[in-house]
């Protein structure tokens, strides 16, 4: 088993361009989430997915777009980047949701928006 | 303003002594905290939790204590090892999908 596999690892954009960050899980997990990690702000949620074909919004989700095409696959778009988009991203999955089930997180992105 | 907040940015531990690691939230909704653990370049570990009908949690040598009334909990590592040396974010859940992480502690454990 992979787990939780993110794609790419390491990204640099120029303010406007777009780009589309890939999460993959092979544990056949219902829920799967985005979070940007920033200094001294731990890690936010930016939408999340409580099942194929389903998403919803997060704490921080303005400027972000997601789809779940896939159970296994769930993909962070972001349309016209900016500098304050500049963060790491770590996708998650879990069987259940919340308390009654632990999330596992991928390994990270790291995004730099100029 | 953050709901959860772990006000030590980091902390310094010797080998073989208690490393505590604290934090603070705000919302009494929240019922069900954790802690994960995250080596640099790696995404955060699920390390232990603690429902709110609890005080206490131990899982070998970490062990989580809540203060309700306070809205404060800890994290113990007793013996702390060179290995354990991460950031560590504490978490909390009101129920759902959602985890509201606070801002981390790194902690150096020096052999």
């Known amino acids: 088993n992979a787990g939780v596999t993110q794609t790419p690892k390491f990204r640099v954009l120029k303010t406007g361009q777009s780009m589309t960050l890939l999460c993959a899980q092979d544990?056949?997990?219902?829920?799967m989430y985005w979070y940007r990690q920033d200094p001294g702000m731990g890690l936010r949620l930016i939408h999340y997915?409580?099942?194929?074909?389903?998403?919803a919004k997060g704490e921080v989700p303005d400027g972000y777009n997601v789809s779940r095409l896939k159970k296994q696959n769930f993909l962070l778009g972001l349309e016209s980047a900016a500098p304050s988009q500049t963060s790491v991203y770590f996708c998650?999955?879990?069987?259940?949701?919340?308390?009654?089930?632990?999330?596992?997180f991928g390994p990270g992105t790291r995004l730099t928006v100029l | 303003d953050q709901q959860v907040k772990q006000n030590s940015p980091s902390l310094s531990v010797q080998e073989g002594r208690i490393s505590i690691l604290n934090c603070d939230y705000t919302?009494?909704?929240?019922?069900?905290f954790l802690w994960y653990k995250k080596y640099p370049a790696e995404g955060p570990t699920f390390l232990i939790s603690?429902?709110?009908?609890?005080d206490k949690n131990e899982d070998g040598r970490f062990t989580v204590f809540l203060n309700k009334s306070a809205k404060h909990l800890s994290l113990h590592i007793v013996p702390s090892q060179p290995g354990d040396s991460a950031v560590y974010f504490c978490?909390?859940?009101?129920?759902?999908?959602?985890?509201?992480f606070g801002g981390g502690t790194r902690l150096m454990v020096k052999p």
């Open positions: 919302n009494s909704m929240f019922d069900y």
């Open positions: 998650a999955s879990s069987l259940l949701a919340g308390r009654a089930d632990t999330q596992y």
């Open positions: 997915s409580v099942g194929e074909g389903t998403t």
């Open positions: 978490a909390a859940s009101a129920g759902g999908p959602m985890l509201t």
């Open positions: 603690i429902s709110s009908i609890k």
């Open positions: 544990m056949n997990h219902e829920y």
